[in-house]
T-cell receptor
Framework: SQTIHQWPATLVQPVGSPLSLECTVE??????LYWYRQAAGRGLQLLFY??????ISSEVPQNLSASRPQDRQFILSSKKLLLSDSGFYLC???????????FGPGTRLTVL | AQSVTQLDSQVPVFEEAPVELRCNYS??????LFWYVQYPNQGLQLLLK??????LVKGINGFEAEFNKSQTSFHLRKPSVHISDTAEYFC?????????FGKGTMLLVSP
């Protein structure tokens, strides 16, 4: 069966510091991968998605970037965090025609 | 472009009562429809999905949803809720391989 991991689970970072969040999927190959942000009262916002290694699509302009160095690894990064980057970050994967997405446990990021 | 409207931001209900969480969508083409549940500080868990076929879809934890194409709705129902059903519920539409989510409905079950 497939599983999706995210780490760290929680992170507190100062403004201006760098960020790296990691997501890995097990039990499937060539998945579509997604990064979402969930801010209080704002629902889920799709940040990036990837259909293959090195292929990244950005949905909104922002202070963040994503990379996919391996088939089942998806990384969310920032060079300098802003207060507005605080939120709950969710990684998801999908595969197959119906593109049902399955979510990881999330990372709670607080920027102070 | 697709959009999803969850008409209620919060639904309070007593334990063992029935509940309906409403979801309407707009899309110009055939879509896949989903309901997810999120418990505090956790990721989203798939409750059920409509892909094709029967318009009444059964999911986990006793939930079901009915796809109504003419009303572009996909309401979620449960005949008798438990305290443990307290969570946020998200409706989502998949049109072109990306999901569009509603803003969520917080279901609050009290004894």
């Amino acid at each position: 069966s497939q599983t999706i991991h995210q780490w760290p689970a929680t992170l507190v970072q100062p403004v201006g510091s760098p960020l790296s969040l990691e997501c890995t999927v097990e039990g499937t190959s060539n998945p579509n991968l997604y990064w979402y942000r969930q801010a209080a009262g704002r629902g889920l916002q799709l940040l990036f998605y990837s259909v293959g290694i090195g292929q990244i699509s950005s949905e909104v302009p922002q202070n963040l970037s994503a990379s996919r160095p391996q088939d089942r690894q998806f990384i969310l990064s920032s060079k300098k965090l802003l207060l507005s980057d605080s939120g709950f970050y969710l990684c998801a994967w999908s595969g197959g025609r119906t593109d049902t997405q399955y979510f990881g446990p999330g990372t709670r990021l607080t920027v102070l | 472009a697709q959009s999803v409207t969850q008409l209620d931001s919060q639904v309070p209900v007593f334990e063992e009562a029935p509940v309906e969480l409403r979801c309407n969508y707009s899309s110009s083409v055939s879509v896949y429809l989903f309901w997810y549940v999120q418990y505090p500080n956790q990721g989203l868990q798939l409750l059920l999905k409509y892909l094709s076929g029967s318009t009444l879809v059964k999911g986990i934890n006793g939930f079901e949803a009915e796809f109504n194409k003419s009303q572009t709705s996909f309401h979620l129902r449960k005949p008798s809720v438990h305290i443990s059903d307290t969570a946020e519920y998200f409706c989502a539409v998949n049109e072109y391989s990306t999901l569009t989510f509603g803003k969520g409905t917080m279901l609050l079950v009290s004894p």
